[in-house]
């Protein structure tokens, strides 16, 4: 069920990978956990799809391990997440309640998760962990802990350690807008 | 010229330490073809039809004599000995072996120079007008607001994988030279009540789906100006398509959206960045301007300017070269000259190594060591004092670089073709030699005046035809080579877009910007338009014959010698010209034949 092979880059650390993404309609189907339908038992590892986790909010408050959020590229957030202004409260994600947010890079040349990562952390004010999943290479790295992602799942056939060292390739770049690889804007 | 600081050295030195790892990594068999393509990509590297093609950047097509060198060795080195400037102001090498890429970028990076971003799914060299910062009708300097677009969209960690290239152009000046209606983003210069902005235009382009950029935003104030940049691609980055390369390009997004719309939705994103660590700040402005070398003018020009007005009178092979290839200068005294790169039978934009090191001395000897690149592929020494301008003329000619048609229809715009290109549907080159062959004598070519002729390969123009004032399209239908002719195109405003032909021109006061926001050719006047097509395709050995017909009509029709051949066709409509080309017994074959295969 888990992998053996550490490729989740995690506070400067190789780590096995644990998440896994809950299925609803799976686990409808089979046995009933925990007594609800629609959510993962409390246990470590789930990470739940932002319209489900969205669905199911109320259920999964004060749980013991929290889930992780997962957010494919091309999801609409405004369209989900409602208008800004309606939605820009501050406190939708809580990091009592929300492991970490993931996003998914189903190709590396698509860099809508670049422009995701940065909405999330500035406008929805997520401070947790955010995480690049998906076709996370050593060369894409770089950008991606400049856009506010702090952990990596780095694809298979791409070396981890060399993932980590990618991520001081470029010393002082120029946007001013965006930080250094786990360096936060002041 | 901007000198980079230990900042700017390290970050290109950092690149090719980057990419040489990515290459090592790509030949021991580590990142398969399918992940490289795009690394290789964003640093200049094709895959072509003989080799792989390196582009290097010269940003905005600025350029020093010791970087001109390098490339001279560039091609000697590594290549065939010579390289090709391009629309976009930048330089390609077709003979290299990947291997020797890491090397190559290392020298460049010596002298400042790289290949980032100029290919790929990303922000691309940032163009202006060839003129910049030496235009006598400046309201800005371009130079450093390109050097400030460079910086902000070099290495961009949000940008680096858009759904398709995105191509900023700017314009400083009253004239638009820099065709910033028909650039993904084209930036205006404007001022209003005494504070200087500009005017945003979006979604211009060429390609399969040519249109005009739209106006977006009539005014940002400069300080604004990264902040709506990133508010716009952001947009572009999210809602762009992603499922068809094809309808992928922002002007796709605009007019899906509508431009109201769209600009809108870059409005809502601007108020959430507005006034955040990218406004850009005064000193910012005065520390970058600070890093350009700039030229020191002598100022005592009297004798300089009666030097040269004696020469023009005593040589009339001069007069003629310094009507069409010299042009005003903002300090009396100097001219900015352009060295054609257009003669009859060398692939327009072509320079061999040894023209590159006699145009670096050159340039030194005659200038401050600077040099422009334009878009319609030719090199610009930008400051040359009038004196000087005889000797350098002499010397230009021993090189045969003294062509004197800059602006007429011998300078022609095309690119690579499938002599070079694995894109291409048909040859550019012999196409254009046989357009120049055809219009050999000068006098001819003076008396049909101004004349933009562009030519590309393929459907993705990089030979820039739908702004031609006669285009012409490779076309491959069942495997045959077809040319397809529109007329009509132009890049900016219909006053004009060269600066002047001569130091004699008058002076124009066009204040229109490169898009009037509509499509239509001939609609006001201001604006880019894209030409439209006259009918069925021709065979190769058809086109000089075509072309001679459409100017026989022009001269038949114009109304004075004023007119250009591009406002009698928008004056005319192009039925007098399809009427006249079709109607020749010589084409009745093209015409069966290309029936069923014009597109």
Known sequence: ?186 | MYIYDEIDQRLVEQRVAQFRGQTQRFLKGQLTEEEFRVLRLQNGLYIQRHAPMLRVAIPYGMLTSKQLRTLAYVARRWDKGYGHLTTRQNIQFNWLRLEDAPDVLAKLATVQMHAIQTSGNCIRNTTTDHFAGVAADELINPLVWCEIIRQWSMLHPEFAFLPRKFKIAVSGSMTDRAAVGVHDIGLQAVERNGIFGFRVFVGGGLGRTPIVGKLIKPFVEWQDLLTYLQATLRVYNLHGRRDNKYKARIKILVKDLTPEVFAHEVDAQWQLIKGGPDTVSEAFVTSIAGKFRWPEYDLDTEISETFYFSQLSADTKFNRWSRTNVHPHKVSGYASVTISLKATGAPPGDISADQMDAVADLAEKYGFGELRISHEQNIIMPDVRKSDLYMLWQELQLLSLATPNIGFITDIIACPGGDYCSLANAVTLPIAEAIQSRFSDLDYIYDIGELDLNLSGCMNSCGHHHIGHIGILGVDKAGEEWYQITIGGRQSGALDNHLGHGLAHRARADAGAGGSGTDSAGANGAGAAIGRVIGPSFAREQIPDVISRLINTYLRLRDSEEERFVDAVHRLGIEPFKKDVYADPLFSKSLTLSKETHV
């Open chain 1, 1 to 186: 069920m888990f992998e053996v092979t550490p490729r989740l880059l995690r506070n400067g650390q190789i780590e096995l990978n644990e998440a896994l993404l809950f299925d609803a309609g799976a686990e409808t189907n089979g046995s009933e956990i925990n007594g609800f339908s629609g959510i993962p038992p409390d246990q470590k590892h789930w990470m739940m799809r932002l319209d489900a986790w969205l669905e199911k909010r109320e259920l999964l408050l004060n749980r013991r391990f929290p889930v992780g959020i997962f957010i494919s590229s091309d999801t609409d957030l405004a369209a989900t997440l409602g208008k800004q202004g309606a939605l820009l409260q501050t406190g939708l994600f809580q990091t009592a309640d929300v492991a970490f947010i993931a996003i998914d890079f189903p190709s590396y040349t698509d860099g809508r998760g670049y422009s995701l990562a940065q909405l999330i952390k500035s406008i929805y004010g997520w401070h947790g962990e955010l995480r690049a999943v998906g076709d996370v290479m050593i060369d894409t790295v770089f950008y991606m802990a400049r856009c506010g992602f702090d952990s990596f799942l780095i694809k298979e056939g791409h070396d981890p350690q060399l993932a980590l060292e990618a991520l001081g390739t470029f010393t002082e770049p120029y946007q001013k807008s965006y930080q250094l690889p786990g360096v936060p804007l002041s």
